[in-house]
C-alpha cells in the first residue's frame, strides 16, 4: 500500500501542473458527508503572505497580502447526495473588505459496503464570483473524487475541470488536478500533502513548462467536536503566490 500511494505521488507530482493562484476553496474532497438530514458550516480561510502584487486584469485585487473567507453551509438530502452553499468574501493589502459572489455546489458519494477501501464519488459547482478575484465572473467546476483507503492511509484525486461560463464555456474548460496523500500518525491526526495543479485549456494542454504546480504540507485534526485541516504551500512551479497559508474549520452546527 505504501509502494501504491509513493507511486501515485511521484506520478502526480511530475505530469500535475495564467499562474496558479489561491483560490477561496483550497481543499481536495474526500467522502466526508454530513449525517442524513443533518446541516454543516465549514470555514475556508486562506492568507498569502508573498503574492503576486500585480493586477492580472483590470479591477483584480493582486493576491499579495490578500485574506480570504469563505463560508460553506451544507446539508445532508441522503446518505449519499449532498448540498451546499459557498459565501466568499475577501480583505485586500489595503484593508478593504469586499462580498465575491454566491456559488451553489452539489456531492455525491457512493455508499460503501462494509469493508470496502476504494470510495468515489462527484462534485459540481456552479455560481458568481466577483471580478475582482477571476476574469470570468460566472463559473461551473465538475470534480470527480477518487480515493482509497488503507492500514492508516488515504489516497484522493480531483481531476478537476474549471470551466468559465462568461468567458467561452468549455472552449475555454480548464484541466485542474488535486491529489491528496495522509498518514494518520495518531487518534484524531493525520499528517500529509495536498498537490493543486493547472494543465491549462483541456482542448489544448499545457507543456511541463507552461502548467503550474503548488504543494502543501498538511494536518487534518478531529478534536472537541472540531475538524480542522491547516496546511502551508508554496508555489514551485509558474504559481502566482509563493506561499500560502490555509485552513477549512467544520463547526458543530446542529
Known amino acids: 500500500m505504501k509502494r501504491f500511494i509513493s507511486s501515485v505521488l511521484a506520478c502526480g507530482l511530475l505530469v500535475a501542473g495564467s499562474a496558479w493562484a489561491a483560490s477561496d476553496e483550497i481543499q481536495v474532497y474526500v467522502d466526508d458527508m454530513n449525517e442524513v438530514g443533518k446541516y454543516g458550516v465549514e470555514l475556508h480561510l486562506n492568507y498569502v503572505p508573498q503574492g503576486s502584487k500585480a493586477m492580472d486584469y483590470a479591477g483584480a485585487i493582486p493576491s499579495n497580502h490578500r485574506f480570504q473567507a469563505t463560508t460553506e453551509f451544507s446539508y445532508a438530502f441522503s446518505k ?20 465575491n459572489g454566491l456559488r451553489l455546489r452539489m456531492k455525491y458519494v457512493q ?6 477501501r476504494v470510495f468515489w464519488g462527484f462534485n459540481t459547482e456552479f455560481g458568481y464570483t466577483a471580478r475582482r ?15 482509497l483507503r488503507s492500514e492508516g492511509w488515504m489516497l484522493a484525486i480531483n481531476p478537476i475541470i ?11 474548460a ?32 499545457e507543456g511541463w513548462s507552461r502548467q503550474e504546480h503548488s504543494i502543501y504540507a498538511v494536518t487534518d485534526i478531529q478534536a472537541h467536536g472540531l475538524d480542522i ?25 446542529n
Open 80 to 99: 449519499s447526495w449532498e448540498g451546499g452553499l459557498y459565501v466568499p468574501t475577501a480583505i485586500a493589502n489595503d484593508g478593504s473588505a469586499y462580498a
Open 111 to 116: 455508499e460503501q459496503t462494509e469493508g470496502s
Open 133 to 147: 478575484v477571476t476574469n470570468s465572473m460566472w463559473g461551473m467546476e465538475l470534480r470527480p473524487i477518487l480515493g
Open 162 to 172: 474549471d470551466v468559465p461560463l462568461s468567458k467561452g464555456g468549455l472552449r475555454e
Open 174 to 205: 480548464a484541466f485542474e488536478p488535486s491529489i491528496k496523500v495522509m498518514r494518520e500518525v495518531a487518534h484524531g491526526v493525520d499528517i500529509g500533502i495536498e498537490h493543486y495543479s493547472s494543465f491549462g485549456p483541456i482542448r489544448h494542454l
Open 229 to 253: 485541516n491547516f496546511g502551508v504551500g508554496h508555489g514551485y512551479h509558474n504559481a502566482e503566490d509563493d506561499w500560502v497559508v490555509k485552513a477549512i474549520i467544520s463547526l458543530p452546527f
